[in-house]
């Protein structure tokens, strides 16, 4: 008899909403924060770029030590729920104060306020992601079961980010004109802009996530086992499958990540017209209307005739010819947006279901870990997923920054606000335009080709490899009930 009970359909929409609240506090931080302290704000890109890549480095030691606290919680609510609350709440403070920073703290103010608050933006974010996607395992016995449950958060998830895509740029503007002094300029309006676009999206996060810990009831912890710090490296040593897993996201998600820090420097230094920002807006509503889709309709679509890891390579593929149609076009001379919907479908629907693809493989890699080294460590190998994602922003952040200091893009270095009110492009030399292009295709290309090299050497948990494991855990199960 399956011990895990079935989750209600009300429960599924809860941890839904949950999924759609932490994506877009995510999306907020890892798409805009380089461009709200560098472009709007006026920190050195470079000094950006080692601040998002050493509280990556300090995530390494956060994050498992986070995953080994969790499994070790034992209360009336279970071990995951109160850290998905308590790291909810504090995620929400540290947000809105992230994007409410001073501006007028001189440039090393400006630097430290933006290594606090973003460290203490990573810690807390741990805090409530461990737990929320160790709860996966706990509710399913694997295959199709948990490949649902997983589909539907990361479908979920995809709403979030695509919420904050659509509407970043759409609505700082406006809280900006609305809530700035009357003789503000564009700078200033988008700085106050994008302090209360980040309060709104913490309050949401709140409520869904407070949604999520009300009506979703995790499996009874009695009887799990908890392990040192020790143990859990050494597990993930042992774990081959969850380490291969983890280094394929590092590859896929970095080169992703710099595309997303650069799109808006693109359209704003590169495409460069009078409307760059209308132009960004629908651009993102179309990305993210394709990945959203791709999550809901086309994967189950292809799910239907492929295999997960069939599934996978295609996405690869997709994504790595949408990049090289978007280096094409970038050398041509654009003025329509709609063109670049071309290689934006690829991509964007390539990552959408890659999103949920390697989650499931990860979530795969727990029945593995359980079945060779006899403990279950959801939590360990989860809190690799949050620090893996969380690395590969902060190694696409560095790239960007390195890329934007080469090539001096930033509000104010080279043209006058008079100018720059007419057209953001004006002054930017050719070769800037180039080397923006080249770090925003070529090198995300290259990390796509690394990562199916990768994946395809070593990854060995194949539907039916799944579904044996799965089935010979149970009957371990069983026998020592």
């Known amino acids: 008899m399956d011990p895990t009970p079935k989750l209600s359909a009300k429960a599924k929409l809860s941890y839904a909403l949950g999924a759609v609240g932490k994506d877009m506090v995510y999306m907020l931080s890892a798409s805009y924060v380089l461009y709200y302290f560098q472009d709007l704000l006026g920190v050195n890109a470079i000094a950006m770029g080692v601040i998002l890549m050493a509280a990556r480095v300090f995530d390494a030691f956060n994050d498992p030590i986070m995953g080994v606290i969790v499994a070790r919680t034992r209360t009336r609510w279970g071990k995951f729920r109160p850290w998905l609350l308590i790291g ?9 104060l992230m994007f409410a920073a001073p501006p007028k703290l001189n440039a090393g103010g400006l630097v430290a306020y933006a290594a606090v608050f973003y460290i203490l933006w990573g810690v807390t974010y741990t805090m409530m992601d461990i737990p929320y996607w160790s709860m996966i395992p706990a509710f399913t016995q694997g295959g199709r079961e948990r490949e649902g449950l997983t589909t539907l958060a990361r479908t979920s998830a ?6 904050v895509t659509v509407f970043t740029m759409m609505l700082v503007p406006l809280l900006g004109s609305a809530l700035a002094p009357q003789d503000a300029g564009a700078r200033m309006i988008e700085i106050v802009g994008f302090k209360w676009f980040s309060l709104i999206v913490a309050v949401l996060f709140v409520i869904f996530t407070v949604l999520t810990c009300v009506n979703v009831k995790e499996k009874s912890t009695a009887g799990m086992e908890t392990v040192s710090v020790g143990q859990m490296f050494k597990a993930l040593v042992q774990n081959d499958q969850a380490m291969t897993v983890t280094i394929t996201i590092v590859l896929i998600n970095a080169s992703i990540y710099i595309t997303s820090n650069l799109v808006i420097y693109f359209f704003k230094y590169d495409f460069g017209t009078t409307g760059w920002n209308d132009a960004y807006v629908l651009f993102n509503m179309f990305g ?21 890891i069939q599934i996978f390579y295609l996405c690869l593929g997709m994504a790595v010819a949408g990049y090289a149609v978007l280096l094409i076009l970038a050398f041509t001379s654009m003025t329509v947006v709609y063109l670049l919907f071309i290689p934006a479908f690829f991509i964007f629907a390539a990552n959408g279901m890659l999103s949920v693809l390697t989650t499931v493989f990860l979530a ?42 080469i090539n001096h893009l930033q509000s104010g270095t080279e043209v006058s606000e008079a100018d720059k009110l007419v057209d953001w492009s004006l002054g930017v030399s050719q070769s800037a335009k180039a080397g923006l292009r080249f770090t925003m295709a070529v090198i995300p290309i290259l990390g796509l080709l690394a990562a199916f090299i990768w994946f395809r050497k070593r990854y060995l948990l194949t539907d039916a490899k799944v579904a044996e494991i799965a089935a010979q855990v149970r009957a371990r199960k069983e026998g020592k009930a």
């Open 158 to 163: 995809g709403v979030g980010s695509a919420i």
């Open 364 to 405: 795969n890699t727990v029945d593995y870990g359980e079945l060779k080294n006899k403990r279950r460590d959801e939590s360990v190998i989860f809190s690799m997923q949050t620090f893996v994602v969380k690395l590969a922003s902060g190694i696409a952040a560095l790239v960007a920054s390195v890329c934007l200091s």
């Open 288 to 308: 993210g209307a394709i990945q959203v889709l791709s999550m809901m309709i086309l994967y189950p679509l292809l799910r239907r005739k492929l295999n997960s």
């Open 88 to 96: 909810t709440l504090t995620n929400a403070v540290v947000l809105f």
